[in-house]
């Protein structure tokens, strides 16, 4: 196979579209995408390097095996020891044991299938996983296994087969992903089968399916407008964006209209792809993804906050470095071994002793994490550390009141179902509609329902702000979920709609529509519905508030979200009433820094995790703001 440096170049601009994206640099909105571009560099080098192969007649498993464990493996063991020496420094008990599982399934070649497994709306603290990166890894190394084993049992029959076979697979996997992505949204994105098609269309062009592009003006209309894809996925994507599913067509197609383009000759693009920087940046950009994630995931650990600009830019620079001499000190050396002195020019690259020396890396690597695990994160290591259960989260009412995001909206079981507190004939009633940070008042709510002169009704989902007509990407029963809510409240004669949300997580997301959320308040206010919105509560880096406190030997933390987080909610709900729920626990927050939150007092913590109040953080708040809630109905009086 001929070397074509603008492929290094192309890697070149997915590493720098993951890494901006991680680094949080809001331009760079769909970054992410450069996940796919990889993907499909991944199925042309290798259907690529199994062609030559098997048309030469010297294709052979062990081979291939042997090459992709050198080219993967060696780099990627290193960081991931590195990490764990990182986490069993710095990480808690609980934190350390979910780490600990982590690094047993990406060891395993299987951590995709795990973050599938484990995902669930309360799991939200994923951006502080150190190995979350390694799904895509998962997804390759699986490809890796299944392919070439297809090829082997097609090997009779020739290329024509081969390419039909592959078109084939990679129409289903599509539909597959275009079926998954908005009912199983997880599935759709960590899984192999919804992304093998990604691979497979690198795979078709290595083996001819389309023939090449000969005619300059051809080439360089075809090359520009893969650049355009990816440019235009990079700034429009977003993390609301349905993906993969048809979005991914833009990247994909893409990265696949570029490199088809530089196979039957030089084109503009890849003038620019081929520069001397960027080939560079291309070949240290395995290294670069594998690295780049666990270091900022440890960075933004140690300051308990995102990172500044500044220090972001420092970071960067950090990650670069690291990479460069992973890239030249591992990668490079394990890619062409040395002859070993006295076994024999080829001992080095010996099936069996590659496989032998690969096992005993796996078992050391995938023992260490079964360890951490089966220790419960190892304890021991932290005197008098004596974790609490923190109450809250069982009064919630999940799968009944609260749904979670399988749960059709038929699941909720109604007024009497969901009612918080006694019955108050002749009184009006209220609905607590929104997502878990809705429900995070019902403990308070629970309390307090004695004084206050309305009944309460419990109506939330996961993962779903209180907006008619939204579709929430991940939450496929979200906007069935809402439209409910004219037909409950007509049914049942509620006058008080009190709305609530973890608004900054959608507006990061750009999955909060301001049209649509005042268009919502402004439709019920028309009826004559009394609405309190509930603002943004705190929202902290730790998962376990225990742990920042014994571990920071602070009773405070910098919430990562400000009142900034605030205003263009009371914008869109003008004519409600808008609460301030930050205030009672939080400084006032001059829009510049984050504010600096209380987390705890003599009788116990607010919140039971990163941001959801404990029952004693919910009772506390909703007598704060007990006033505003019992304010006069306008059409019951006092």
Same mark, same amino acid.
């Given at each position: ?220 209309? !075809? ?30 197609? @893409? !990265?696949?209209?570029?490199? +088809? ?69 591992? #990668? ?14 080829? !001992? ?43 109450? @809250? ?10 749904? #979670? ?11 009497? @179902? ?29 309390? !307090? ?28 029963? /979200? ?14 004669? =509620?006058? =008080? ?6 608004? #900054? ?22 009826? @004559? ?18 742990? +920042? ?36 626990? /939080? ?52």
């Amino acid at each position: 196979m001929t070397y074509r440096p603008d492929i290094d170049g192309l890697r070149a601009v997915s590493i720098l579209s993951v890494l901006l994206f991680h680094a949080k640099f809001s331009l760079f909105s769909g970054g992410y995408i450069g996940v796919d571009v990889f993907f499909v560099i991944s199925g042309y080098l290798i259907g690529s390097i199994v062609l030559n192969d098997a048309q030469r007649g010297t294709f052979s498993l062990a081979d291939f095996y042997v090459r992709r464990i050198r080219r993967i493996l060696p780099a990627l063991f290193a960081a991931l020891a590195v990490t764990a020496v990182l986490a069993l420094i710095l990480l808690s008990p609980q934190e350390l044991k979910s780490f600990s599982q982590n690094l047993a399934a990406t060891t395993l070649f299987s951590s995709n299938i795990l973050y599938y497994l484990k995902s669930s709306y309360f799991e939200n603290a994923a951006e502080m996983n150190p190995l979350l990166h390694t799904w895509s890894l998962g997804v390759e190394q699986q490809f890796y296994i299944v392919f070439p084993l297809a090829l082997l049992a097609l090997l009779p029959y020739g290329r024509s087969v081969w390419i039909a076979v592959l078109a084939a697979a990679a129409a289903s996997s599509f539909a597959l992903s275009v079926f998954l992505v908005r009912d199983h949204p997880v599935a759709a994105f960590y899984l192999l089968p919804p992304r093998l098609w990604e691979l497979v269309l690198g795979a078709l062009l290595a083996f001819g399916a389309i023939p090449d592009i000969r005619g300059r003006a051809a080439r360089e209309l !075809a090359s520009a407008l893969g650049a355009v894809l990816i440019i235009a996925s990079v700034f429009a994507l977003t993390e609301a964006t349905a993906f993969p599913g048809y979005a991914a067509l833009l990247p994909c197609l @893409g !990265a696949a209209l570029v490199i +088809h383009a530089g196979r039957g000759g030089p084109t503009a693009v890849g003038t620019v792809l081929t520069l001397r920087p960027v080939v560079f940046i291309g070949l240290i950009s395995y290294s670069m993804y594998i690295w780049h994630w666990p270091l900022m995931v440890f960075a933004r650990f140690y300051k308990g906050r995102d990172l500044s600009t500044g220090e972001t830019l420092v970071l960067i620079a950090i990650i670069a470095a690291v990479s460069v001499l992973s890239w030249r000190l591992i #990668e490079v050396p394990f890619r062409k071994p040395r002859a070993e002195p006295g076994t024999g020019a080829g !001992a080095g690259r010996r099936p069996s002793t590659v496989f032998a020396r690969t096992g005993w890396a796996m078992a050391g690597l995938a023992g260490v994490g079964l360890i951490g695990h089966l220790s419960n994160g190892l304890p021991q290591r932290f005197t008098d550390y004596a974790p609490q259960d923190i109450s @809250g989260r069982e009064l919630y009412k999940e799968y009944t009141c609260f749904l #979670e995001t399988d749960q059709p909206p038929e699941a909720w079981p109604g007024m009497e @179902g969901c009612r918080i507190g006694p019955l108050k004939a002749d009184a009006p009633t209220a609905l607590l509609w929104g997502d878990s940070f809705a429900a995070h008042y019902v403990p308070g709510l629970l309390n !307090a329902a004695d004084a206050l002169p309305f009944n309460i009704v419990q109506y939330t989902a996961s993962g779903c702000p209180p907006i008619k007509d939204l579709s929430v990407n991940a939450r496929p029963n /979200c906007q069935e979920f809402n439209s409910r809510v004219d037909e409950i409240i007509d049914r049942n004669g =509620i006058r =008080i709609v009190i709305m609530a949300a973890r608004w #900054e997580w959608y507006m990061d997301t750009n999955a909060l529509d301001l049209r649509r959320l005042h268009a919502t308040v402004e439709a019920l206010l028309n009826r @004559g519905i009394r609405i309190v919105v509930l603002g943004q509560s705190p929202v902290f880096r730790f998962r376990n508030p225990y742990d +920042h406190t014994y571990f920071m030997k602070s009773e405070r933390a910098y919430s990562i979200t400000g009142q900034a987080a605030d205003q263009p909610v009371i914008t869109a709900t003008r004519g409600a009433q808008f609460v301030d729920t930050s205030d009672y626990f /939080c400084d006032p927050d001059p829009g510049k820094a984050l504010p600096l939150c209380r987390i705890r007092d003599d009788q116990g913590f607010y919140f039971l995790d990163q941001g959801h109040f404990s029952t004693h953080g919910s009772i506390l708040i909703v007598q704060s703001i007990q006033n505003t809630l019992s304010a006069p109905d306008p059409f019951y009086g006092e």
